[in-house]
């Protein structure tokens, strides 16, 4: 399988856009499988100070560890700067023997989920949910040409089979690279998503499950008289360095219209866009690419707007 990694041209080409919107104050348009092992409790609310928008941070694993999500603290109070962690990502392929989609873990994937002791565990215990991203690997398969109600609840099975085994904590959809027609498959219909995600909610009623907001699969959320936007716990603005509220029926406080890449969006756009998050009563805060480097100043950026402190690294 090809090694994907998120598409870095949109980003340049909303750049202008969206520091045309913050300064207007205006919304832009838009292997070996490990032991399995149980999640553990959440931390109990007395545990944790922070008040604030939910924080997110994308993993490349290709590249980085899960394990530097947890590395960052707040100065004042000492709590996690990140609330959400999101592997990213697993794939969503297409067999050409058996006419179906599977899901697939590249050999970095899998070395995180066999390695969730180390890798994902540490992050739950301070608190930290870690979800699952899936997206498309061009070989036609995506979350919105499924070809029958059967075959997306027998995918949804699949992603809700993972979550139990690895102990995770939710799944996240980004229909991206899906590249709908190869292999025979067919385009995007009305109901595929909505039949997935239904099957999923049944499946893990109390996990998490968001929405990058992008691909075909985004803007098919109802389907005979179903309206799946209530089953989805956050979704989020997929355009880094941009302002995009997602078009979806949820409240704010699961919405993050601001979405940053750190280390590649500037320190003044994540606090702009920080502090419209706050100033719009925006419950979620999308980062994107957390690697191994000392990353304080980047995220301190974005954290004097959201919590009212600096970020502390430790290594």
């Known amino acids: 399988m090809l090694s994907l990694v998120r598409s870095r041209a949109r980003t340049a080409a909303l750049a202008l856009s969206a520091v045309a919107a913050l300064a207007l104050g205006t919304t832009a348009t838009s292997g070996a499988a490990a032991a399995p092992a149980p999640t553990p409790d959440?931390?109990?609310a007395s545990a944790s100070a922070k008040r604030g928008p939910t924080s997110v941070a994308y993993v490349e694993v290709n590249n980085n560890s899960m394990r530097n999500v947890g590395k960052y603290t707040l100065a004042t109070g000492g709590d996690n700067v990140f609330d959400v962690a999101v592997i990213f990502a697993a794939n969503i392929?297409?067999?050409?023997?058996?006419?179906?989609?599977y899901l697939h873990f590249n050999e970095n994937v899998q070395r995180v989920l066999d390695n969730a002791d180390t890798e994902i565990r540490p992050l739950q215990e301070k608190g930290i949910k870690v979800v699952l991203s899936v997206l498309g690997n061009h070989q036609g398969a995506g979350f919105a040409n499924f070809p029958s109600q059967k075959a997306a609840s027998a995918f949804a099975k699949q992603l809700s089979d993972t979550v139990t085994k690895y102990g995770l904590d939710g799944i996240d959809f980004d229909d991206e690279y899906a590249e709908y027609g190869n292999n025979g498959t067919g385009q995007p219909n009305a109901g595929s998503f909505v039949h997935l995600v239904t099957a999923l909610r049944a499946n893990m009623p109390d996990k998490i499950i968001s929405l990058y907001n992008i691909g075909p699969?985004?803007?098919r959320l109802s389907y005979g008289g179903v309206d799946i936007s209530s089953k989805f716990d956050y979704a989020w603005?997929?355009?880094?360095?941009?302002w995009q509220v997602p078009r979806i029926a949820l409240p704010k406080s699961k919405l993050s219209p601001a979405a940053v890449e750190i280390g590649r969006t500037s320190q003044s756009t994540s606090a702009a866009l920080a502090r419209r998050t706050v100033g719009e009563g925006y419950g979620v805060y999308l980062t994107y690419n957390l690697d191994g480097s000392d990353r304080s100043a980047d995220v301190s950026a974005f954290t004097r707007e959201l919590y009212g402190s600096n970020a502390v690294y430790t290594p």
Request: aromatic letters at 14%; a neutral charge.
């Open 42 to 44: 959440p931390a109990p």
């Open 93 to 101: 392929n297409y067999d050409t023997g058996t006419k179906s989609a």
């Open 217 to 219: 699969a985004a803007s």
């Open 237 to 242: 603005n997929p355009y880094y360095g941009t």
